[in-house]
């Protein structure tokens, strides 16, 4: 159970959303769900709203300065709804996590800074992947003469070359994690049930399953 003090910290990246309060509502539940039933003081909250792109990302989110500040006077932990609240960028969590101030995140709460990263390293690479995908694709469809309309996605047929270095390219970012769990010995069934609690997600951005996990496993033997 959660115990001493605690700051929170919650974010909604668009103007709309604050203003409705939608998603600030779901992260202060989740907030209140994980303290609950421990021995704990919500010493204070802070609420931002904005968008968090840019390299400068910390410098636009004055509310997580005031929130990181609160943390380091009262000695209290940052807590977070969810990771990807906080943000997606990788530098941007490791510099975080170099600042002196400890983090939870309500929704992986047993999350060591290293499992903190990587899930930060898998979710830009994912949102890296999109993008290309989408680009790769427009031109495909473009040098084929294809008119793009409102359905125009649906009718791209992905690349099957681009689809096997794709697979290559994202077992190659996870051989450090497949590595490091075939060292400890754990089952295959085990190695999926530990990437879901993580929340990193399989290729195309679910969950994972033994085949899936087979497949990464297979890739990088031959690599």
């Excluded at 400890?184 to 399953?209: F, H, P, Y």
Aim: hydrophobic share 40%.
């Amino acid at each position: 159970m959660p115990s001493g003090k605690f700051i929170a910290y919650y974010r909604v990246s668009t103007a709309k959303q604050g203003e409705s309060g939608l998603g600030l509502e779901a992260q202060e539940s989740s907030v209140l769900s994980y303290l609950n039933g421990g021995e704990w003081e919500l010493l204070d909250s802070f609420h931002e709203v904005e968008t968090g792109k840019g390299s400068n990302a910390l410098d636009r989110r004055p509310q997580l300065k005031a929130a990181l500040h609160a943390c380091k006077k009262h000695g209290a932990t940052l807590i977070i709804a969810k990771l990807d609240r906080l943000a997606r960028n990788v530098h941007f969590v490791s510099g975080l996590l170099e600042a002196g101030v400890e983090f939870v995140a309500a929704d992986m709460p047993h999350a060591n800074k290293v499992m903190i990263q990587m899930h930060a390293v898998m979710s830009e690479w994912e949102r890296d992947q999109i993008s290309t995908r989408t680009k790769a694709a427009l031109a495909a469809a473009k040098a084929r003469g294809v008119v793009l309309g409102k359905a125009g996605f649906t009718n791209l047929k992905p690349n099957i070359e681009q689809r096997q270095q794709e697979a290559k390219e994202f077992a190659e970012k996870l051989r450090s994690v497949f590595v490091g769990m075939k060292m400890r010995g754990i089952s295959q069934r085990r190695m999926v049930e530990e990437l879901n609690e993580l929340d990193i997600k399989a290729s195309r951005g679910g969950r994972w399953t033994l085949i899936q996990v087979q497949r990464i496993l297979k890739l990088i033997s031959k690599q």
